[in-house]
């Protein structure tokens, strides 16, 4: 479009075509262009010597597009590490360290990352699902994994167990205001997803859909939830104390015991407040 825009335009403005391509270019995130640098077969040979003692580690390395379907990483140490594209199928990254790894555009279907340590890191654009059926059995698990800050951008995360997991100042809420990969972000669909005990402490969730979501006992003081579908979810035990609900609906929602109602910022414009369990 901009090379047509350049050709059909009068000579006076081609420099100002110019100028805005590159405004363009230069503000899109690059796609990762070199090859990783370690192979697929190196990873999987030095983790298979490897203990779950005595980790592999692979903090800071490129390991972007490599097929590490099925493996057992035991407990790798991947600080750092750029995982874009790659395939995480059946993987098992429980209890590994990911703090500030890139999953951008990582196929995570089935993989585990129970007790893994993921502050900081990006997952934005996974592959969660293997057919369009969106079956939450193949959703990946991140029971008790610390997600502090960690921002995930999906547009389906159905089924996902987050139970026990620390999300304080985590982003799953839409982003579109930016170039790249987040500028495609619709409204993030969480149906049935597992939050009971987890630590949701200033997390982000503008205007996800978390129909029969589990929030059981979870920790949501000052959580942003404006405009969040919370349909038929169960909040029973959870602590809302100062969260925005602003516009939120709770239509059946289960609210037996919650901590903090009184304090909902939006309160009054929450819809189907009186169609909550109470």
Known sequence: MIEQFATNAPRRSLGAASILAAAILSAMPAAPTAAADMSAR???EAVYKSTAAQPVDFSGRKLDELDL???DFKHARLAGADLYGADLSAADLSGSNL???RLDRATLIGTSFAGADLTGATI???TVFSDLANNPKDAPSFRGANLSRIHIVATRLDGVDFSGADLSGAVLGPIDHAWGEERYAQRSVMVGCNFSGARLVQA???????H????RGADLTGALLSGADL???DLTGADLTGADFTGANLDGANLSGVKGLDT???LASVRNLDRSIR
Request: glycine share 10%; aromatic share 6%.
């Open 124 to 126: 934005l654009r996974p």
């Open 99 to 101: 703090t500030g790894a």
């Open 204 to 210: 982000n969730l503008v205007s996800t859909v978390l």
């Open 212 to 215: 029969f979501a589990k929030f």
């Open 264 to 266: 909902l910022v939006g």
């Open 231 to 233: 349909s038929n979810a």
């Open 69 to 71: 379907s099925g493996l």
């Open 42 to 44: 190196a990873v999987t």
